[in-house]
């Protein structure tokens, strides 16, 4: 259970930086997790890969998306 929560946080965390970095509103973006701590994000016509840094659980955690690519179109 506590692994889940810490998924849905770490998404939480991508899906709250993709839009600016993208220039895509939020509700056209999707997130696909690509291993323990990256995600690819897609949306209007882009793509960008992102890892977390930081500690992503426990109490006063500072998880934090950082783009590990350049954004791509298409």
């Known amino acids: ?8 946080l770490m ?7 993709a839009p ?3 220039n895509c509103d939020a509700s056209s973006i999707t997130i696909h997790q690509l291993g323990t ?3 690819g994000v897609a949306g209007c016509d882009k ?3 992102y890892v977390l840094q930081g ?3 426990g109490p006063g955690s500072m998880c934090v998306a950082v ?3 350049s954004v ?3």
């Open 37 to 39: 701590r990256t995600y």
């Open 1 to 8: 259970m506590a692994l889940g929560g810490c998924t849905t």
């Open 20 to 22: 600016f970095d993208l």
């Open 72 to 74: 791509e179109e298409g």
């Open 55 to 57: 500690p992503c659980s």
């Open 47 to 49: 793509r960008a890969t």
């Open 67 to 69: 783009m590990n690519s």
């Open 11 to 17: 998404k939480e965390t991508v899906s709250k930086r």
